[in-house]
C-alpha cells in the first residue's frame, strides 16, 4: 500500500484524507435524515387519525342529533294523523328550525307522499306516488 501512495500528489492525498473523515458524517447526516423522515410519517398518520376520529365524532352526534329530532317529529299529532294539511307546517316547521334535514316527507303505508317541505322527494328516486285526493 506504501507504493500506491508514494505516487499520489499533495491534492489527491488531502482529498482522500477528507473524505474519509466526511465518509462518518455523511453516514450519521443520512441516518438522522431517514429518522426524521420516519418520525414525520409517523406524526403524518397520527395527525390522519386525529382528524379522521374529529370528523367522526361530529358525524355521529349530527346523525344522533337527527334521529332524535326525527323521533320526536314522529310521535307529534300532527304528523300521526297523516293529514296533509296538518303535518306540512309541521314538516315545514322543523325544516327550517333544522338545516341539516334538507327534506321532510310524509307518506303512508302504501307508500304514498302526503305532504313534504324541501325539495321533491321523486327525485331521490324512491318511487313515492302522490296520495289520491279526498
Not at 406524526?43 to 352526534?61: S, W
Not at 332524535?68 to 294523523?81: F, M, R, Y
Amino acid at each position: 500500500m506504501d507504493g500506491l501512495t508514494r505516487h499520489w500528489s499533495l491534492r489527491t492525498t488531502f482529498f482522500v484524507v477528507a473524505a474519509a473523515g466526511l465518509l462518518p458524517l455523511m453516514l450519521v447526516v443520512l441516518y438522522i435524515f431517514t429518522q426524521s423522515r420516519a418520525n414525520n410519517r409517523n406524526q403524518l398518520i397520527e395527525t390522519e387519525y386525529a382528524v379522521a376520529d374529529v370528523v367522526a365524532r361530529a358525524l355521529d352526534f349530527t346523525l344522533t342529533d337527527n334521529a332524535e329530532v326525527l323521533k320526536a317529529l314522529a310521535v307529534s299529532d300532527t304528523i300521526q294523523s297523516l293529514k296533509p294539511e296538518q303535518a306540512n307546517p309541521t314538516l315545514l316547521q322543523y325544516r327550517f328550525a333544522r338545516p341539516s334535514l334538507t327534506g321532510l316527507f310524509l307518506i303512508d303505508a302504501q307508500g304514498n307522499l302526503l305532504a313534504n317541505a324541501g325539495p321533491d322527494p321523486s327525485t331521490i328516486g324512491s318511487g313515492l306516488t302522490t296520495a289520491p285526493s279526498g
